[in-house]
């Protein structure tokens, strides 16, 4: 067995490394500073309880995006020196983000072991490459991204670092080759376990019998377990720069899917398909597409709510309690009232999902940002979603033994409408802002919401059609499980007929600020709830840019998306 020594190396702080709503993300170039990452690795042991690091055993994979191999390799060397007892990576460093919770909540090493933790490379739906962005987070033993009190932990340690510890001569692992490794150092033997990155996770999905039911995952499940034909698969090949796309699902990015499906300018001559759906670079993202239409992801998740016990195997003992982050549509809301579940709203971010989960008060979940899931991990996951979707497709369809006549997404979609009521919702999305001014911003819309009368007044200056503004706070939580505070978590206008604007400065960029603007009409008359999004939501779009001073503040005439 190699023998390795372990060199404990002088480091001086960097002032940037407080992660943001899911890790850390900069650019490469940043990554590739001295001592960078490993000031980062670091700081995550030292925030760690020593149980969790010393003969600990860790996964370490991600996305695959550019500077991930360089990355695990020094991970694993800093691991080693750390007293951690073995590594688990996926073959060629490649696990989804939901695809590493299941590893670490499922699977048994040879020896018995089970993961305490993880470190997931990747900035989710960033574009990668040596130009673009990269990115670290640390997961727990739950599967789930850690909590406040441990990235604040993190980021105080990276301030005041001295020194990290690596076992420098220990020799690159072959991460292309299934099997284990094994080292001896000062304190021991050291594993390196290379495993096969979809087996866990494909696992997982089967036994919660979603009807045995990104790249790797969609093969093996669609095409091996579910008998899809390959050519129904787009981009499946894993790259380091994405192939140069932007790798989030939605409208703008996912513009060959959007195509195919009969939606957009360029849209395809064929027939489009009855279902589509697309996922982030890290496969925890999903949108869902029917023919030439759109699913929200705040309709998705109040969808899958509202099937889910008939739809779906693994919920058929009923939901535990739903919940959403706070920009979120109140479709969920809707459904949670009509089903008598219980209702959680909480920050943007998918950690605050895990501890209700992992108290038995949450089943599913979801987010307006193209993220949905369930407690059978801790991560949002995208492949999940599209099962879950396929799911309720197939009990629609149940009786329709002919195939004709299927009842789409669309049907679907406008049927839950119809049942409980059409949450009209748009984002508009400001990147690369000046911080100052957009800092200035929320202040000035935090100042202005303490007077509501002074809010209606200005509102029904601008547009006398809407209602009238009933309650406006800035966002706080206190976690009902751990009772942890989260502050200043954006800015809600809430309006008597169930309309919202919601303003939140957004917690992934990675230069610069950008603000989002969510803006939200609820609709219960039925012979309404068909109308063009954009006609529906103009005065409330009008309302929320005059109200907030978008322009005079931030310069900007109009948002750099619209999604
Ligand atoms: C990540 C998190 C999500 C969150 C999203 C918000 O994807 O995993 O849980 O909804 O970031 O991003 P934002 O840029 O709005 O802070
Ligand atoms: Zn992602």
Known sequence: MVMFKVARVETTPYNDQKPGTS???????VFKQPNYLHNFVQSSFNALTTAKVRGATLVVSGDGRYFSKDAIQIIIKMAAANGVRRIWVGQNGLLSTPAVSAVIRERVGSDGSKASGSFILTASHNPGGPNEDFGIKYNMDNGGPAPEGITDKIFENTKTIKEYLIAEDLPDVDISAIGITSFTGPEGQFDVDVFDSASDYVNLMNYDALHGVAGAYAKRIFVEELGAQESSLL???????????????????????????????????????????????????????GKRFFVTPSDSVAIIAANAVQAIPYFSGGLKGVARSMPTSAALDVVAKHLNLKFFEVPTGWKFFGNLMDAGLCSVCGEESFGTGSDHIREKDGIWAVLAWLSIIAYKNKDNLSGNNLVTVEDIVRQHWATYGRHYYTRYDYENVDAGAAKELMAYLVKLQSDLT???????GIRSDVSNVANADEFEYKDPVDGSISKHQGIRYLFKDGSRLVFRLSG?????????????????????????????????????????????????????HNK
């Open 23 to 29: 890790g850390l993300r900069k650019k490469v170039k």
């Open 454 to 460: 002074e809010v209606n007044k200005i509102v029904k």
């Open 508 to 560: 992934t960029g990675s230069e610069g600020a950008t603000i989002r603007l969510y803006i939200e009409q609820y609709e219960k008359d039925s012979s309404k709830i068909g109308r063009d999004s954009q006609d529906a939501l103009a005065p409330l779009v009008e309302v929320a840019l005059k109200l907030s001073k978008m322009e005079e503040f931030t310069g900007r005439s109009a948002p750099t």
């Open 235 to 289: 981009n499946c090949v894993p790259k380091e720069d994405f192939g140069g796309g932007h790798p989030d699902p939605n409208l703008t990015y996912a513009k060959e899917l959007v195509a195919r499906m009969g939606l957009g300018k360029s849209s395809c001559q064929d027939e489009p398909p009855e279902f589509g759906a697309a996922a982030d670079g890290d496969a925890d993202r999903n949108m869902v597409l």
